[in-house]
T-cell receptor, first 117, second 109 residues
Framework: GAVVSQHPSWVICKSGTSVKIECRSL??????MFWYRQFPKQSLMLMAT?????????EQGVEKDKFLINHASLTLSTLTVTSAHPEDSSFYIC?????????????FGPGTRLTVL | GQNIDQPTEMTATEGAIVQINCTYQ??????LFWYQQHAGEAPTFLSY??LDGLEEKGRFSSFLSRSKGYSYLLLKELQMKDSASYLC??????????WGAGTKLIIKP
């Protein structure tokens, strides 16, 4: 099956610093990658959708200057949380779609737990 | 607006059967997904329905009625490892996934 990895699995940082999270599709080419955020006991919230080689499309209310997304290749997308603050602490999950299934199935990475002190 | 409703929490007994319902109102419909999510982990795909009817996959089955905007996930022969949150998600006309808040399933011995 399709495998998506994320790195790091968890990160603790100081307020004001930037954190980069990597999302890789290991055995398929991901034409589209999605970034989600999930707060405790809540559902997934889509932050942005990115297609390889083009700018990401951000959901309403998500600051694109704060959450920088780069999708430079068909197997790698990165999310950079700039000037992180405690309210950015959350579980960040990426997913990837190859676009080859009839229903654009998304394969999820294991998630990155970010704690901002 | 777009809306997905599912119960917040359900409790069932090991070995029993449980049905988790999901109702939806979305702009367009390109299929309904069920995902399982254990605490602290990412969701894993369980099923996809785009046509009306029942899809069976081992102990898990998923049903869809497009006219009623309704789906359910049926779990049989419950095991303790089935304790997790179950997320219902609908793909809308723009092929975006609209997520429900999830149903936390607690399995008791």
């Amino acid at each position: 099956g399709a495998v998506v990895s994320q790195h790091p699995s968890w990160v603790i940082c100081k307020s004001g610093t930037s954190v980069k999270i990597e999302c890789r599709s290991l055995d398929f080419q991901a034409t589209t990658m999605f970034w989600y955020r999930q707060f405790p006991k809540q559902s997934l919230m889509l932050m942005a959708t990115s297609n390889e080689g083009s700018k990401a499309t951000y959901e309403q209310g998500v600051e694109k200057d704060k959450f920088l997304i780069n999708h430079a290749s068909l197997t790698l997308s990165t999310l950079t949380v700039t000037s992180a603050h405690p309210e950015d602490s959350s579980f960040y999950i990426c997913s990837a779609s190859s676009g080859t299934t009839s229903y654009n199935e998304q394969f999820f990475g294991p998630g990155t737990r970010l704690t901002v002190l | 607006g777009q809306n997905i409703d599912q119960p917040t929490e359900m409790t069932a007994t090991e070995g029993a059967i449980v049905q988790i319902n999901c109702t939806y109102q979305t702009s367009g419909f390109n299929g309904l997904f069920w995902y399982q999510q254990h605490a602290g982990e990412a969701p894993t795909f369980l099923s996809y329905n785009v046509l009306d009817g029942l899809e069976e996959k081992g102990r898990f089955s998923s049903f869809l009625s497009r006219s009623k905007g309704y789906s359910y996930l049926l779990l049989k022969e419950l095991q303790m490892k089935d304790s997790a949150s179950y997320l219902c998600a609908v793909m809308d006309s723009n092929y975006q996934l609209i997520w429900g808040a999830g149903t936390k399933l607690i399995i008791k011995p």
